[in-house]
């Protein structure tokens, strides 16, 4: 499930700085994802986006083909996310509601 943009004009024009800061946050498909003990919980398969923002809210993990099938995808909402120095993707949960 993804947001498919038909037109460019949709989305609206961006400064060149917000495309580049964009870039560097971006998330790649298929790229690991750790769980807070530092062990691979599965791999980045899609991300959820707000159509009127633009901005990601939650991001599916793929624990393989097996457990997809059989319990589903991992679904972690970003606020769970952290990326860290090295560039690795970890889910930390948080408690403070």
């Known amino acids: 499930m993804g947001v498919r943009i038909l037109k460019k004009q949709s989305v609206g024009k961006r400064s060149r700085s917000w495309w580049k800061g964009f870039g560097r946050q971006k998330i790649g498909m298929n790229h690991p994802?750790?769980?807070?003990?530092?062990?691979?919980?599965?791999?980045v398969k899609d991300l959820?986006?707000?159509?009127t923002s633009l901005a990601v809210h939650?991001?599916?993990v793929s624990r393989g083909i097996l457990e997809d099938l059989?319990?589903?995808?991992?679904?972690v909402s970003t606020r769970e996310v952290q990326i860290d120095?090295?560039?690795r993707i970890k889910i930390v949960p948080n408690r403070a509601v």
């Open 33 to 43: 994802v750790f769980g807070k003990n530092g062990e691979i919980v599965g791999l």
């Open 48 to 51: 959820m986006i707000d159509e």
């Open 58 to 60: 939650d991001i599916v």
């Open 70 to 75: 059989t319990h589903g995808a991992l679904l």
């Open 85 to 87: 120095l090295d560039g």
